[in-house]
């Protein structure tokens, strides 16, 4: 299924959640350079900011990966929900999507033959 929530047909979340990961592996070793007296307080301060950055950058990804899971999770359901016709399923999708909607619609009784 292609991502909704996209620049130019590329999706968002695969795109920011790099940026995250390496702030924070390179943070780590900044900290650990520094703390083995291999450099200058200048590797505590690049942590620093690499943390920020992470935290900036993780929070980002997040709000895109929930947009997108929302968006993907609405569109399955209800995708899945119509291919049933019949029987326990159509019970069950009366009942979903009367959740979904907000509704008390009566739901049809599936005949059996």
């Given at each position: 299924m292609?991502?909704?929530?996209?620049?130019y047909g590329h999706p968002i979340h695969p795109m920011l959640i790099a940026f995250p990961i390496v702030s924070f592996v390179l943070a780590f070793l900044a900290d650990v350079v520094y703390e083995a007296g291999?450099?200058?307080s200048d590797w505590s301060q690049f942590a620093y900011i690499l943390l920020i950055v992470g935290i900036a950058t993780a929070i980002a990804a997040a709000i895109a990966g929930l947009v997108e899971y929302s968006i993907i999770s609405y569109v399955l359901n209800f995708a899945a929900l119509k291919s049933?016709?019949?029987g326990p399923q159509e019970s069950l999708r009366c009942i979903?999507?009367?959740t979904y909607q907000g509704t008390r619609?009566?739901?049809r009784r599936p005949m059996h033959i």
């Amino acid at each position: 299924m292609p991502s909704k929530a996209n620049i130019y047909g590329h999706p968002i979340h695969p795109m920011l959640i790099a940026f995250p990961i390496v702030s924070f592996v390179l943070a780590f070793l900044a900290d650990v350079v520094y703390e083995a007296g291999w450099a200058g307080s200048d590797w505590s301060q690049f942590a620093y900011i690499l943390l920020i950055v992470g935290i900036a950058t993780a929070i980002a990804a997040a709000i895109a990966g929930l947009v997108e899971y929302s968006i993907i999770s609405y569109v399955l359901n209800f995708a899945a929900l119509k291919s049933l016709d019949s029987g326990p399923q159509e019970s069950l999708r009366c009942i979903i999507s009367n959740t979904y909607q907000g509704t008390r619609r009566p739901c049809r009784r599936p005949m059996h033959i």
